[in-house]
Structures are given as structure tokens and as C-alpha cells.
T-cell receptor, first 112, second 117 residues
Framework: QQQVKQSPQSLIVQKGGISIINCAYE??????FPWYQQFPGKGPALLIA?????SEKKEGRFTISFNKSAKQFSLHIMDSQPGDSATYFC???????????FGKGTRLHILP | KAGVTQTPRYLIKTRGQQVTLSCSPI?????VSWYQQTPGQGLQFLFE???????NKGNFPGRFSGRQFSNSRSEMNVSTLELGDSALYLC????????????????FGAGTRLSVL
């Protein structure tokens, strides 16, 4: 119940295309859903986050779509660029003091 | 402002040895968390320290331990190393807590890559 399932494991997208990464969860107590971006040799960095009281959040080319009834959320990267090539992790947590549960990551490669 | 600093960046140890990893958080951050990252399991939470006290703990055996000093710097220790402990160990710091509030955004270091032979 504490798991966050992420798919796909890897994704190849043409430059300018839309990259879509999906995550699903079981625990309805989760109330914070961040996405992290990790480049090789670096630690993960917070990209964008959403709470379950909104269905969509957009920051630049990055959009989180949230479906509370289906217990699913996804990251959309519009106009994908080679510089977006990285590993992306979805995550979930409960309250301000709980540990963050991470998905297993998606390795994204944008073709130039 | 300096980011989260982890030392050393790379370590090679043999089975049965013990290892200590160090993390210096961003200045002013009081919460330090540790994660293990492996290709198969992804990012797994080890523990979180706040004001020198362990506040949260993941599902790892007692061989994994940590501590936090009064200046918020933290160390993680793994005793009796096993081959399966080979991983990237990440430290993250935040102002007060783990998640949910903007001020509690976690900032990660680049990690310590531990290889157990």
C-alpha cells in the first residue's frame, strides 16, 4: 500500500515531442506528489509537485495531471528537448513529517 | 549558498567491513535524510534526522545507522557490509521536515557511490 508504481522504465522521444510518465498509488492518505529530475552524477532535484485538491499543475513545459479517483498522476513534458534527458522519479508522501516514497524511475532520452 | 555536500564521492570496501559516510546540509537546514539508490529498487528512504534526533526510519536492518551533530551535519554508518549494500547513498536536507510544505523542499547532494567487493 506504500508503493508508488511508475511506468515506463525507459522512454525515447523525438525532440519537440511530448514525454509522458505515469505513476499510480494505493494509499489514499498520500497528500503530496512531487516529481524529481536526476541527471547522471547528480542527486535528484525537485521539478514540480501537486496536491490532490487540484487536477493539474503547469510550470513552463512541465505539467502534472492528477486523477484522484483513479489514484494516478502523470508528468507531461511538452516540446521535449535533449537537455530534458534524465531520470525522472515520481513520489508521494503523507503530511509534513512522513518519509517520501519514490517510484523506481523512468530514464528519458530525447533524440536530437 | 553552498549545496548539500557529501563525502567521499566514491568508496570501495570489502564484505564484512564497516563504512561511514558524511553529509553537510545547506546552511540553516535542520533536517537531514538519507536514501539508498540502486538500479533495481530505486530510491529507498533510510532515515531522517532533525535536531540531532532520528525522527523517521525506513525498513532497513540495524546495520544501517546514523547520527546528526549540533551543526546539523550528519553521518551514516553501515556495519558488516554485504555485497547488496553496493549503491549510491544520497543525503538530502530541508529546513524543517520531509515534505508537504514549500519550505520543506528537499535538496539532494550528489551522493556517495559505495562498492562492496
Amino acid at each position: 500500500q506504500q508503493q508508488v508504481k511508475q511506468s515506463p522504465q525507459s522512454l525515447i522521444v523525438q525532440k519537440g515531442g511530448i514525454s509522458i510518465i505515469n505513476c499510480a498509488y494505493e494509499n489514499t492518505a498520500f497528500d503530496y506528489f512531487p516529481w524529481y529530475q536526476q541527471f547522471p552524477g547528480k542527486g535528484p532535484a525537485l521539478l514540480i509537485a501537486i496536491r490532490p485538491d487540484v487536477s493539474e499543475k503547469k510550470e513552463g513545459r512541465f505539467t502534472i495531471s492528477f486523477n484522484k479517483s483513479a489514484k494516478q498522476f502523470s508528468l507531461h513534458i511538452m516540446d521535449s528537448q535533449p537537455g530534458d534527458s534524465a531520470t525522472y522519479f515520481c513520489a508521494a508522501s503523507i503530511g509534513r513529517d512522513d518519509k517520501i516514497i519514490f517510484g523506481k524511475g523512468t530514464r528519458l532520452h530525447i533524440l536530437p | 549558498k553552498a549545496g548539500v555536500t557529501q563525502t567521499p564521492r566514491y568508496l570501495i570496501k570489502t564484505r564484512g567491513q564497516q563504512v561511514t559516510l558524511s553529509c553537510s546540509p545547506i546552511s540553516g537546514h535542520r533536517s537531514v535524510s538519507w536514501y539508498q539508490q540502486t538500479p533495481g529498487q530505486g530510491l529507498q528512504f533510510l532515515f531522517e534526522y532533525f535536531s540531532e534526533t532520528q525522527r523517521n526510519k525506513g525498513n532497513f536492518p540495524g546495520r544501517f545507522s546514523g547520527r546528526q551533530f549540533s551543526n546539523s551535519r550528519s553521518e551514516m554508518n553501515v556495519s558488516t557490509l554485504e555485497l547488496g549494500d553496493s549503491a549510491l547513498y544520497l543525503c538530502a536536507s530541508s529546513l524543517e521536515g520531509l515534505a508537504g510544505l514549500a519550505k520543506n523542499i528537499q535538496y539532494f547532494g550528489a551522493g556517495t557511490r559505495l562498492s562492496v567487493l
